[in-house]
T-cell receptor, first 116, second 108 residues
């Protein structure tokens, strides 16, 4: 079964450094998402991406965050200057088409980001 | 602000019994509803989806939807220790919003 893949599985970085989290969505899916989950808390929506542009973003997704689909397969999340509170598990997800009712999110295994 | 509410638990259920998980949502126009299971340190995995009022059964799992009451539930029959996890209710329109999850503990 096709799956969403994320790399790396664990990233440790120092405060103020830039990080790029990478994802390869399922190939025929049209919508791509980033979610984050701080340890012990809920899965929070960050951003959705369709047709090479952001379709919606949350309050969390401030100017420090950006997303890009640099080629036909990769989908990246960049955090420009990391803060301690960015430490979380970041999940990439893809979805065939939100306009169809049977279109759940398919998650990658996540990248655990630790900011020291 | 769209909200999805779940009791955080933990909900303890004896092995073999029925586990009942509940969820309410705030946005009346939501069309699709999902239940995900999340083991500690892992990503959410889809258990059930439901779009129409009523019940939907898949193996040991039954999802129930009542749009008038803005209520979704998940029943797990013949609970197994491997069902011990956090169950996330998710509500969808263009994006999918998750509840905080209910921790389920199946007692051997």
């Amino acid at each position: 079964e096709p799956e969403v893949t994320q790399t790396p599985s664990h990233q440790v970085t120092q405060m103020g450094q830039e990080v790029i989290l990478r994802c390869v969505p399922i190939s025929n899916h049209l919508y791509f998402y980033w979610y984050r989950q701080i340890l012990g808390q809920k899965v929070e929506f960050l951003v959705s991406f369709y047709n090479n542009e952001i379709s919606e973003k949350s309050e969390i997704f401030d100017d420090q965050f950006s997303v890009e689909r640099p080629d036909g397969s990769n989908f990246t999340l960049k955090i420009r200057s990391t803060k301690l509170e960015d430490s979380a598990m970041y999940f990439c997800a893809s979805r065939l088409n939100p306009g169809r009712t049977n279109s759940p999110l398919h998650f990658g295994n996540g990248t655990r980001l630790t900011v020291t | 602000q769209k909200e999805v509410e779940q009791n955080s638990g933990p909900l303890s259920v004896p092995e073999g019994a029925i586990a009942s998980l509940n969820c309410t949502y705030s946005d009346r126009v939501s069309q699709s509803f999902f239940w995900y299971r999340q083991y500690s340190g892992k990503s959410p995995e889809l258990i059930m989806s439901i779009y129409s009022n009523g019940d939907k059964e898949d193996g040991r799992f039954t999802a129930q939807l009542n749009k008038a009451s803005q209520y979704v539930s998940l029943l797990i029959r013949d609970s197994q220790p491997s069902d011990s996890a956090t169950y996330l209710c998710a509500v969808a329109d263009d994006k999918i919003i998750f509840g905080k999850g209910t921790r389920l503990h199946i007692l051997p």
